[in-house]
């Protein structure tokens, strides 16, 4: 119990034995609202219209290696450097 230990000079009472765990437990309940109201102001604030797209991992590196060879052909292969 090192993580619920007490602060260095901070003796509990006996009759507030259990404040460490009202104080860790207070500290975990307001972890959870203040992350459902993160939640609900990361929707508010960027929306996703359509559900599908969210879950969609655009990978363009087809296209951009496509359009790369397009515009290496369209000069003609001439600017090739030696390095």
Sequence with gaps: MTILGQPIGYRLK???SN??????????????????VKLLAYRIVDPVEDPSLA??????TPQIAARAYELYQERGQVESREF
């Design 14 to 16: 006996k009759d507030r």
């Design 19 to 36: 404040f460490r765990l009202r104080v860790w437990g207070y500290a975990l309940a307001w972890f959870l609202v203040n992350d459902r």
């Design 55 to 60: 879950e969609k991992s655009l990978d363009l």
